[in-house]
């Protein structure tokens, strides 16, 4: 059975650091894609970061890009969103999701490609 359990999420200031934690069972991790979501108070759910399996190669949303890092821990089947620098406009739900197969740059951001999902973890960046 295919699990995606998501963790770390927590209210904190503009400015601050959060680490998100993805783990995963039921599949090997080296033949999918996880993805982190995230979705704001009626706002789409929009792709956030994709690492492949093997490889590793890593994509980002530009909104993101330098404040947050995504990286695989094998040895826990561990997929972590490393947030930097967090504003207010990062706040909302963050999913993480898995795709069968190496997701491309141009499809990485696409929630409807996604097979399996988590259930969530709430991020707040507010005084």
């Known amino acids: 059975q295919v699990q995606l359990v998501e963790s770390g999420g927590a209210l904190v200031q503009p400015g601050g650091s959060l680490r998100l934690s993805c783990t995963t069972s039921g599949f090997t991790s080296e033949n999918y894609s996880i993805v982190w979501f995230r979705q704001a108070p009626g706002k789409e759910r929009e792709g956030v970061s994709c690492i492949r399996g093997r490889a590793g190669t890593r994509f980002y949303a530009d909104s993101v890009k330098g404040r947050f890092t995504i990286s695989k821990d094998k040895a826990t089947n561990t997929v972590h969103l490393e947030m930097n620098n967090l504003k207010p406009e990062d706040t909302g739900v963050y999913y993480c999701?898995?795709?069968?197969?190496?997701?491309?740059?141009?499809?990485?951001?696409?929630?409807?490609?996604?097979?399996?999902w988590g259930k969530g973890t709430l991020v707040t960046v507010s005084d």
């Open positions: 999701a898995g795709y069968p197969g190496h997701l491309i740059n141009t499809a990485w951001f696409l929630p409807a490609m996604m097979t399996y």
